[in-house]
Nanobody, 118 residues
Framework: QVQLVESGGGLVQPGGSLRLSCTAS????????MGWYRQAPGKQRELVAA???????NYADSVKGRFTISRDNAKNTMYLQMNSLNSEDTAVYYC????????????WGQGTQVTVSS
């Protein structure tokens, strides 16, 4: 059974930082490209950052220079370091895993809430 479990969300003040984690089980982690998505109320889910199985990264323009995605294949875990948070970063953040050879093999976590507010 495949599970992606996110953690690290919470309430933070504007300008603050959070680190999200996504730990995978039931998959061979190194065979998956990974990504963080987010969905704010009333908005569509959007890609925040992605990292290939080889470590190449890609970011949404809105988070470039503030967020850093990384992965530790030995721990089956992906991270998202979020700095200089603002209210527009408030959303539910989801972890995604997509097989490098078959993109139809696609898994999602349950999401973790990030709220940026004073």
């Amino acid at each position: 059974q495949v599970q992606l479990v996110e953690s690290g969300g919470g309430l933070v003040q504007p300008g603050g930082s959070l680190r999200l984690s996504c730990t995978a089980s039931g998959i061979i982690f190194r065979f998956y490209n990974m990504g963080w998505y987010r969905q704010a109320p009333g908005k569509q889910r959007e890609l925040v950052a992605a990292i290939t199985n080889g470590g190449r990264t890609n970011y949404a323009d809105s988070v470039k220079g503030r967020f850093t995605i990384s992965r530790d294949n030995a721990k089956n875990t992906m991270y998202l370091q979020m700095n200089s948070l603002n209210s527009e970063d408030t959303a539910v953040y989801y972890c995604n895993a997509r097989h490098v050879a078959d993109p139809r093999t696609d898994y999602w976590g349950q999401g973790t809430q990030v709220t940026v507010s004073s």
